[in-house]
């Protein structure tokens, strides 16, 4: 297991069975059902409330996945479906583009309940897998489990706060969790937020490591009228942040602050923050059920998905705008869902 | 993984048949595959530059051994001995390992499925004739297939073989409403077939989707993963029309009435299904009196499937498309 370091000063923890001590700033956290702990559980992601989560873990604890997947398959509990497909193996599918080996450590940053920790675990030697809500780990470390995974290491921290300090992982990976940083922290701008954390995730990839970051465009064509953006309202990711802002003010009660970027700014900010080799692969219907991948290089597969799949799957505004699109060399700027893949 | 598999076509140019100076410069296009379970991960491999695929590979997301990959190769390789069916096969077909991960790779076929061909109107008459002509081609290749390949197991085998499975699976559902009705309905097909039982290979999934029609006008046949080399007539062709009526937009909105409509009533798709039935009924020797009792097991068979592949919630409706048909089959269209 690699060192862990303490959030606030840096300096390297003392991990016992039940707690995690800084003998530098005397820190200490308590570990929660097991699982090492360096936030409180305010902060809760998905739709699933506290008591009902009482009700799932009695439920599913001590009960192979298979029992796990039937119960909730059968129980009325609303953002249940996002736990049953986190037994899909195919959304880390846009690995298959990378050479992970039984050599690489990886660190997955918003992890959830493991839909792609899980399938990694299995083909690479270590992974450090972190979210801010206790459920999703405690949901994952069941799953863990029950696959006879000891590789796998929960974490419940803040991305911005890393308990890590030396340039450790081969991969890290954040999948549906970028465009959420701005969330983390009320004061600051969400783009310093995120540029932040790809400073921090470049300093801990070892050299040749990569990132991968699987999100939105925010020009993509499913946001012109199809999808909601992440404020849960159209369009608001195609308007200047100001104006999102003060629409979601006003609809929704908060900021705006989970920024999507278009093609050349999701390149820029990695450029900025050190990437090289920055790669984009196209992932349909999108990364959180990427069905079709292939890279933004070829473009012939581009052509072939456009006149095989598109053509005859969605509707016929949007096979001719792709057609368009393609024509004049512009469909990266509309392609709905990337995955990014940035060398250190 | 998919620069292992590039590595792996390289070394293996030859035996998959590929044209000269193809190969050197691949790039790769993930396809579907199965999401479940250890899972499979399909990929269509291009020549850089090319439009149309070279390959396809299907292969294992975890390091394993897999039955259902060796399984799909043994049975399209079984069937490439038929002369006749060769033009309907994706070949050649290879099957290896690499870093312990089984892989399959075939030809990829070129041209459209049939499912594109499918249109979105919800308006029937419009696409009658496109579904006449489907409906002919699936006919074409099942007709071939069942008059060329086929067992005569002994009624012993034949019980414990094909009938008997289809009671276990129904006890182990958990629906016993049925199950009288059933084990009559497998006497009656027993009683139909008299002494001398016979079955044919049986693909399983053979749906608009898994039936590509190349820009030579040929049709050709994929996924067998899920066939079995000794099953029963007519449940293919069966699972086709179902699949097909149920994949169409037309009214109902519901479209397990959309596929049940049609078998048990008397419109211009019951026309085309009574039509296509005794088509194959005169092109296979198989009577018709057998198709009918036959008819409710496919829906059976395909809770079956899915069942194994996805638990019980999405085998529950193919249940209760059987259910009814069993207890309906005096009103079948044909």
Known sequence: ?????????????????????????????????????????????????????????????????????????????????????????????????????????????????????????????????LDATLPRLRFLDIRRKNEGLDNITPIHASALYLPFREPSFDYIL?????????????????????????????????????????????????????????????????????????????????????????????????????????QFYYVWPDYRDPKYIFAEKDRNIFEYYLEHFIKHTASTFEYLFFKWAYKFGLERHFVSNFIIVGEK | MIHTIAHYINGHRKELDLPSGAGSDLAFFKVGGNPWGKGRINFLVF????????????????????????????????????????????????????????????????GERILASLSRSPILHFQKQTMANNFSRSLEFITKLHTSVRNEPSSAEFRRGIIDPFLSFYDGFGSDQNRTALARLLEEISTIMG??????????????????????????????????EKGLPFLDLFYFMSKYIHNLKIPPRDRW????????????????????????????????????????????????????????EPAQLWMNLFEYSINNLDKLCF
């Open chain 2, 257 to 312: 009435q959309r596929v049940i409509r049609p078998y048990f009533g008397n419109t211009w798709l019951s026309g085309l299904i009574g039509e296509t039935v005794r088509e194959y009924c005169q092109k296979t020797g198989f009577s018709i009196e057998l198709g009918r009792a036959l008819f409710p097991l496919h829906f059976l068979n395909k809770a079956r499937i899915k069942y194994s592949m996805r638990g019980k």
């Open chain 2, 195 to 228: 002494g001398s039982p016979i079955t044919t290979p049986m693909h399983g999934d053979y749906s608009a989707t898994n039936i590509f029609i190349d820009l030579d006008n040929q049709i050709k046949i994929i996924d067998w993963e899920t066939a079995a």
């Open chain 2, 47 to 110: 020549d850089k530059e090319q439009s149309e695929p070279l390959l396809f590979v299907k292969s294992m997301r975890e390091k394993d051994r897999d039955e259902s990959l060796r399984h799909e190769y043994i049975m399209i390789n079984n069937l490439a001995s038929y002369r006749e069916l060769v033009p309907y096969l994706p070949l050649p077909v290879h099957l290896g390992s690499l870093a312990g991960h089984d892989i399959m790779i075939q030809k990829a076929c070129h």
């Open chain 1, 174 to 278: 954040m999948n549906g969790v970028f465009e959420y940083i701005g969330e983390w922290e009320d004061d600051t701008d969400p783009r310093d937020l995120q540029e932040m954390t790809l400073r921090t995730i470049h300093g801990l990839l070892k050299p040749g490591g990569h990132i991968f970051i699987a999100i939105e465009n925010r020009y993509g064509f499913d946001f012109f009228y199809k999808e909601r953006d992440h404020s849960k309202l159209y369009v608001t990711g195609l308007l200047p942040r100001y104006m999102a802002n003060l629409i979601t003010r006003i609809l929704r009660r908060k900021q705006y602050r989970t920024y999507t970027y278009s093609f050349n700014d999701y390149k820029k900010m990695l450029e900025e923050s050190g990437f090289r080799n920055i």
């Open chain 1, 1 to 129: 297991m690699l060192d862990l370091h303490c959030p606030t000063c840096k300096s390297q923890l003392t991990v016992t069975q039940d707690r995690v001590h800084c003998e530098s700033c005397s820190s200490s956290w308590e570990r929660k059902y097991g699982l090492i702990s360096f936030i409180d559980d305010r902060y809760s992601y998905g739709n699933i409330p506290q008591d009902k989560w009482k009700e799932i873990f009695s439920n599913i604890s001590g009960k192979t996945n298979e029992e796990i997947q039937e119960y909730l398959s059968s129980v009325k509990i609303k953002g249940r479906w996002a736990y049953f497909n986190s037994f899909k193996n195919h959304k880390a599918d846009g690995f298959s583009f990378l050479d992970v080996t039984d050599k690489d450590v990886i660190l997955d940053i918003g992890c959830g309940p493991g839909s792609l920790t899980i399938p990694l675990a299995k083909r690479c030697k270590e992974v450090y897998a």
